[in-house]
């Protein structure tokens, strides 16, 4: 379901005090029925240019420390050197500063209305550039869970960081599917070299979510999704956040069996940051 657009307060005040319950119910309903929500104008174009400085700088300190490597995603372009598409997990673990954005506390504030208790477990970005050719393939987030129990108050959002159109890559889904029957994943090599999972649904009913910069879509694992290949003539970059019950205590799991990086902020801080 895609919400109608917001109307842009004056006030700062977190997901807009004004129509907080009427977008609470809405957006809830639509999980319920549809399995995925798309929201318009619910920040505005400082806090998205906040958001894409720091995942930019994560990037580049990913792209300089060896021990950061691991979290990078990349699918070679033709010209060598250049990229067709990269991604980064854990950005937040590279820039703390993000989980301090505007955009952040506001998706956190959302998600514990929509789904109860819960904390942030997941951080994706993926920049696909321009006239990509790689298409995100449908899947369910779900299949890529090493165990299959159920998350019943697990969210993600997509947050764009420009506007995104159906030819730029935007998110599109089937609605309903979060109700039926998981579907068989078959795994393929992705061009990145990493091990993919790819659904092959019925995409007749397939709904396309194209966004402003300052909006989102919300999804539950269930939900099939897909994204075209960017042919838009600019970057499309968006950074995903998931929340679950226990978030915050995965994540502290991972770093103590050694799974993420540890960020040498001194080091880091005493280096002048390029401009993104």
Known sequence: MILPRLRRRSSPAPIYDAVDDWLSQTAAEAL???????VERLFSATEVQAVQTLL??????AMRMPAANALLVCYPADAPGGWDQIELNYAATLAPALLQTA?????T???RRLAGPGSHAFDHAIYKAAHN???TPWHQDAAFRRWQLPR???????????DVARDGGCMEFLPGSHRRPALRHETVLRASGRIGLVAAPDPAARVACPLSAGGLTIHTPATLHCARANASDVPRRAWV?????FGE???AAKRLAGSLVKLPVGRLRSRPERPA
């Open 103 to 107: 955009v952040f506390r506001r998706c």
């Open 133 to 135: 050719r790689t298409e």
């Open 249 to 251: 205590t995965r994540l």
């Open 109 to 111: 504030t959302l998600a």
């Open 152 to 162: 019943p108050h697990q969210l993600h959002f997509w947050i764009p960081l420009q």
């Open 32 to 38: 319920r029925r549809d399995g995925f929500v798309a």
């Open 56 to 61: 930019d700088r994560a990037f580049e300190r």
């Open 241 to 245: 956040l998931q929340f679950g019950l």
